[in-house]
Structures are given as structure tokens and as C-alpha cells.
């Protein structure tokens, strides 16, 4: 998924401003350095999403072009490859 940088400080705002209601997070360092950090973090997965994307993709061509494709339904095909990868890189979708 790609977000902006504009929503990707919004959505950390909204996970900072929803911890600190619920009196879940003790911020140590100063606000500024807690949302830096959210949004670090944020943008990370997001970049780990898509390099999963990428590696899915060209994995389900490989396989495609090896078992010739005919009648293999791409897109449950990708899902089940995506997961895979997922569970073996330990990424959460």
C-alpha cells in the first residue's frame, strides 16, 4: 500500500493521540521523538510490504512460466505466495 508522507504523519498522529488517551504509552523523550519513531515505523512496514509485494509477483511468474499457467487462477495463486513469504519473513498482513 502506498501512503504519502502527509498520511503517514496523520496515521501516526491518530496512534499516538489514541495510545496517549488510553494511557497505554509514557513518553520519555518528548512527543516530537515519539511520532518520529511511530512514523519510522510505520513507513518501514510499509516499505517491507512492498518489497514482499515485488518478491511475490516475480516468484508467481517463475512459477507461471515453469507449470505453463493454464487454468491457475493468478490471483489465489499470489495470495498464497504472498502468505508464504509472509510467514517465513515474519511479516504481518
Do not use: W, Y
Amino acid at each position: 500500500m502506498r501512503l504519502k508522507e502527509e498520511q503517514i504523519a496523520r496515521l501516526a498522529e491518530k496512534v499516538l493521540g489514541d495510545l496517549e488517551r488510553a494511557q497505554l504509552v509514557e513518553q520519555k523523550q518528548g512527543r516530537a521523538a515519539v511520532l518520529a519513531g511511530i512514523k519510522s515505523a510505520i513507513a518501514e512496514d510499509l516499505r517491507l510490504e512492498e518489497a514482499l509485494e515485488r518478491d511475490a509477483e516475480a516468484l508467481l511468474e517463475q512459477t507461471l512460466k515453469a507449470v505453463g499457467g493454464e487454468g491457475i487462477d493468478r490471483h489465489k495463486m499470489l495470495r498464497m505466495i504472498k502468505e508464504k513469504l509472509a510467514k517465513e519473513r515474519k511479516i504481518v498482513l
